[in-house]
């Protein structure tokens, strides 16, 4: 596609592709905010690619993110999870005003590639959980999510279902919507086919389409564990069980999987979407990084702070001290996200450019090099214009017959199936 035409194609992209909530937020923006749909339908047209979910934990990850897509004429995802900004959060970027620092971005910097704004692990462990979301939801959507993950896979295998089912009359057909079975804790509860197949055919019956399925194929959130990695086999088995119901793949723990795991999921699974999370927020701070985005320690187990990347050598010993003094370990400077979220942005510019420009380049490298995602931005305009809506429909085609999955034989059927979850803990993000 030509400069002038792809230039052509995105204007007419804006007028038709914006999703209702976006159009109303911002009606004379010319960024391009679209439903995960489309993100998803790009990844399938090119073939064997993915793009990344980028984990929002601070604003210098959304702007280095966006230039990166944009250098790579890449679809993007930006999201952030419930714990890191839903109600009870620990970073400062939310659920309510994600999609509004996007939208500014965009504008400022000029980007002009198709972004999705995704609520990831929006997560449901019980009933008081349920009541809230069919408030809270409504509300995140009023505030320009244009996709989402409700991820209810803490709970048995039943419940899980249930609550998806429950909840999907919340969630704007147009829209994104991801599901989970199998909570993400590494080599331990690994995800079986028989718990995919329950979820996506449960779901099926009720005529609820997910464009994606989270599954715990191996790996962890987080500081990765040297054993903890994506179980390629594995995947590839459940995804093809999946094939026709039409679902994609979204791979969560991304970070720590080195490029030529990543490849193969790229290249051998349905994965449309690989959410990086961890990775993003340690380059940001400076924090050193090898190949796959797994944070270097020292011999002490402490972070080695790189002096001429990321944050100011000051801010960072403040960080550093301010940890200590409340017992935080490698795995929860995570929460350091919120505090000094306005300290980040009080640093000198050539620091905050530095943090950004980071970003940048370890984006651009997994979507060009390792994800096959370089060039898929006129790939999702074009899904956008031969649908001429921002509508793309359902994947899926409704297959199993509902009076077999009513409440009670969804009980009936969940009785009989696997109960190794693994080991208990907070896998929420």
Same mark, same amino acid.
């Given at each position: 596609? !030509?400069?002038?035409?792809?230039?052509?194609?995105?204007? &007419?992209?804006?007028?038709?592709?914006?999703?209702?909530?976006?159009?109303?937020?911002?009606?004379?923006?010319?960024?391009?905010? #679209?439903?995960?749909?489309? %993100?998803?339908?790009?990844?399938?047209?090119?073939?064997?690619?993915?793009?990344?979910?980028?984990?929002?934990?601070?604003?210098?990850?959304?702007?280095?993110? *966006?230039?990166?897509?944009?250098?790579?004429?890449?679809?993007?995802?930006?999201?952030?999870?419930?714990?890191?900004?839903?109600?009870?959060?620990? $970073?400062?970027?939310?659920?309510?005003?994600?999609?509004?620092?996007?939208?500014?971005? $965009?504008?400022?910097? !000029?980007?002009?590639?198709?972004?999705?704004?995704?609520?990831?692990?929006?997560?449901?462990?019980?009933?008081?959980?349920?009541?809230?979301?069919?408030?809270?939801?409504?509300?995140?959507?009023? =505030?320009?999510?244009?996709?989402?993950?409700?991820?209810?896979?803490?709970?048995?295998?039943?419940?899980?279902? *249930?609550?998806?089912?429950?909840?999907?009359?919340?969630?704007?057909?147009?829209?994104?919507?991801?599901?989970?079975?199998?909570?993400?804790?590494?080599?331990?509860?690994?995800?079986?086919?028989?718990? =995919?197949?329950? *979820? %996506?055919?449960?779901?099926?019956?009720? &005529?609820?389409?997910?464009?994606?399925?989270?599954?715990?194929?191996?790996?962890?959130?987080?500081?990765?564990?040297?054993?903890?990695?994506?179980?390629?086999?594995?995947?590839?088995?459940?995804?093809?069980?999946?094939?026709?119901?039409?679902?994609?793949?979204?791979?969560?723990?991304?970070?720590?999987?080195?490029?030529?795991? *990543?490849?193969?999921?790229?290249?051998?699974?349905?994965?449309?979407?690989?959410?990086?999370?961890?990775?993003?927020?340690?380059?940001?701070?400076?924090?050193? #990084?090898?190949?796959?985005?797994?944070?270097?320690?020292?011999?002490?187990?402490?972070?080695?702070?790189?002096?001429?990347?990321?944050?100011?050598?000051?801010?960072?010993?403040?960080?550093?001290?301010?940890?200590?003094?409340?017992?935080?370990?490698?795995?929860?400077?995570?929460?350091?996200?919120?505090?000094?979220?306005?300290?980040?942005?009080?640093?000198?510019?050539?620091?905050?450019?530095?943090?950004?420009?980071?970003?940048?380049?370890?984006?651009?490298?997994?979507?060009?090099?390792?994800?096959?995602?370089?060039?898929?931005?006129?790939?999702?305009?074009?899904?956008?214009?031969?649908?001429?809506?921002?509508?793309?429909?359902?994947?899926?085609?409704?297959?199993?017959?509902?009076?077999?999955?009513?409440?009670?034989?969804?009980?009936?059927?969940?009785?009989?199936?696997?109960?190794?979850?693994?080991?208990?803990?907070?896998?929420?993000?």
């Amino acid at each position: 596609m !030509g400069t002038t035409n792809y230039s052509r194609d995105f204007e &007419r992209a804006l007028e038709v592709g914006r999703p209702p909530n976006i159009g109303e937020l911002f009606p004379n923006s010319k960024a391009l905010l #679209v439903s995960g749909k489309v %993100i998803d339908r790009a990844m399938i047209a090119k073939g064997k690619a993915m793009t990344m979910a980028a984990n929002a934990r601070n604003h210098f990850i959304i702007r280095g993110a *966006l230039r990166a897509a944009q250098r790579a004429n890449a679809a993007i995802i930006i999201e952030i999870a419930k714990s890191e900004g839903g109600a009870h959060a620990y $970073c400062a970027v939310s659920y309510w005003n994600m999609a509004r620092q996007v939208d500014t971005v $965009c504008n400022e910097l !000029g980007i002009r590639v198709p972004v999705a704004i995704h609520a990831d692990h929006y997560g449901i462990k019980n009933e008081k959980d349920l009541e809230a979301a069919r408030t809270e939801i409504p509300s995140m959507f009023d =505030a320009g999510i244009t996709s989402i993950a409700i991820d209810a896979s803490h709970m048995p295998d039943d419940k899980n279902l *249930l609550a998806n089912i429950g909840l999907s009359p919340y969630v704007p057909p147009w829209a994104g919507y991801e599901t989970e079975v199998g909570e993400i804790k590494g080599k331990e509860g690994l995800t079986t086919v028989e718990e =995919a197949l329950f *979820l %996506i055919r449960g779901l099926n019956a009720h &005529r609820v389409f997910p464009d994606w399925i989270a599954l715990n194929n191996g790996t962890t959130h987080g500081i990765q564990d040297s054993e903890a990695g994506i179980q390629v086999d594995l995947t590839k088995a459940i995804h093809n069980s999946l094939a026709k119901y039409g679902v994609s793949g979204a791979q969560h723990g991304t970070s720590g999987n080195d490029s030529e795991r *990543l490849k193969r999921i790229a290249g051998e699974t349905n994965t449309t979407k690989a959410n990086v999370a961890t990775a993003l927020q340690m380059i940001t701070w400076g924090v050193e #990084v090898n190949e796959y985005g797994n944070a270097v320690l020292d011999e002490d187990g402490e972070f080695i702070k790189l002096p001429d990347r990321g944050v100011g050598e000051e801010l960072w010993s403040e960080m550093v001290a301010y940890a200590k003094d409340r017992g935080l370990k490698a795995g929860d400077y995570k929460k350091l996200n919120l505090p000094f979220e306005n300290r980040l942005h009080g640093q000198d510019r050539a620091i905050r450019q530095r943090m950004v420009k980071g970003v940048e380049d370890f984006v651009y490298d997994l979507l060009v090099k390792v994800f096959n995602a370089g060039d898929t931005a006129p790939l999702a305009i074009d899904a956008i214009l031969r649908a001429g809506s921002h509508d793309m429909g359902p994947k899926g085609s409704p297959m199993e017959d509902p009076s077999e999955w009513i409440e009670a034989r969804i009980k009936e059927k969940a009785k009989s199936m696997s109960r190794d979850k693994g080991p208990e803990g907070d896998f929420e993000d």
